[in-house]
Each structure stands twice: as C-alpha cells, then as structure tokens.
C-alpha cells in the first residue's frame, strides 16, 4: 500500500463503463488550523476519469477511492518537466556552440519544445493506459 496514492472522491458521472470522480486536491496548508488568515491555502476541485473493471457497481454521488500508483507520478513529472528541462538546456548548449548568437539559440531551443509537447499529445492514448487510476468503494 505504500506504493499507492488514494484520494476520496465523489462519483459525478457514469457512461458505460468510464466513471468521472471528483476530487478535492488540497495543499498542506489546507488543513491548517489558521489557513483563513493565511493567503497560502489552496484546495482544487479535479475530475478524474476511471475506467470501472466491473467488480464494483457505482452511482452518481457515491463516495469512492481513487488509487493510483506512485511510480505514475514520478513517470508524470519525467516526461512533463525534467525530459523538457533537459532538451531545452542541451539544446541550448548546442545551438550557442554552433551559432555563437544567445538570441536565436534561446529561441530556438524553446521552439523545440513545441514537437516535444506536440509528440507527448499525439501518444495521448498511449499514455492515457499508462496513467490509469482504479476505484475502491468506501466503507
């Protein structure tokens, strides 16, 4: 169980066997005592789409888990922020070492993140089975 993230979440809407869950996605300093002082709380309502695997009936306002793996997280924050950074650093070196102008190598080396984003959508079915959250039933 340890290597799993659960969040409670509410059942909005179902379509065949495709589940919408809300979550309330809150910050550390949500449950904090004083947050109402304090301009540093924040909570974020987000809809998570869950395939069912048909253990498990659900209605629109049932109070379920949504589980994922941890590893899905790690995976998210490689392809979206530090597979990026890297591209954009290397390619910054690359291009000042060829064209000796800081202009048009920043310019550049930022415009090859926009394949890179492009290629991430394209597979987004892809990944969508790679990232795929479960639900439990609360009881």
């Not at 591209?87 to 800081?102: G, H, I, K, P």
């Amino acid at each position: 169980m340890a290597n799993t993230i659960k969040h409670q979440g509410i059942v909005e809407n179902i379509s065949g066997s495709h589940l919408q869950v809300r979550i309330v996605q809150t910050s550390a300093c949500a449950s904090c005592s004083i947050k109402g002082h304090c301009s540093s709380s924040d909570t974020k309502e987000k809809i998570i789409d869950v395939t069912n695997d048909g253990t498990f009936s659900y209605q629109p306002g049932d109070h379920v888990w949504v589980i994922g793996e941890l590893s899905m997280g790690a995976m998210a924050v490689l392809l979206a922020f530090i597979f990026p950074f890297l591209l954009l650093v290397f390619s910054l070196f690359v291009l000042m070492a060829v064209w000796n102008d800081e202009l048009s190598s920043a310019l550049c080396s930022l415009a090859l993140l926009i394949p890179y984003y492009y290629v991430l959508w394209l597979n987004k079915s892809q990944l969508r089975k790679k990232f795929s959250f479960s639900v439990k039933p609360m009881n």
